[in-house]
Nanobody, 121 residues
């Protein structure tokens, strides 16, 4: 069974950092493109970042220079390092078994339960 389990969210002050993890089973994170998306309260899904099978990375303008996507092939885990967080980063974060094109499509691929990030002022 394909499964994605996100962890690492929490409450952090503005300017702080968090590292999100996504443990994959039934999905090899180093073979396909993987992504992170988020949903702020009352808003739609927003693509955040992707990493390709060759390790190439891409970021939304809103997080570029602050967030870093990576993966551990041995642990079959995807990560998202969140630095210099601000209030607008608050939301539910999901990892996705696809690249940026389909990442925010709820009808596509596997969805985990997500992990919630709250940034306080």
């Amino acid at each position: 069974e394909e499964q994605l389990v996100e962890t690492g969210g929490g409450l952090v002050q503005s300017g702080g950092s968090l590292r999100l993890s996504c443990a994959a089973s039934g999905i090899a994170v180093n073979i396909i493109a993987m992504s992170w998306v988020r949903q702020a309260p009352g808003k739609g899904l927003e693509w955040v970042s992707s990493i390709g099978s060759h390790g190439d990375t891409s970021y939304a303008d809103s997080v570029k220079g602050r967030f870093t996507i990576s993966r551990d092939d041995d642990q079959n885990t995807l990560y998202l390092q969140l630095d210099r967080l601000n209030i607008e980063d608050t939301g539910d974060y999901y990892c996705r078994d696809t690249g940026s094109y389909h990442a925010a499509d709820r009808q596509y691929g596997v969805w985990g339960r997500g992990t919630h990030v709250t940034v306080s002022s």
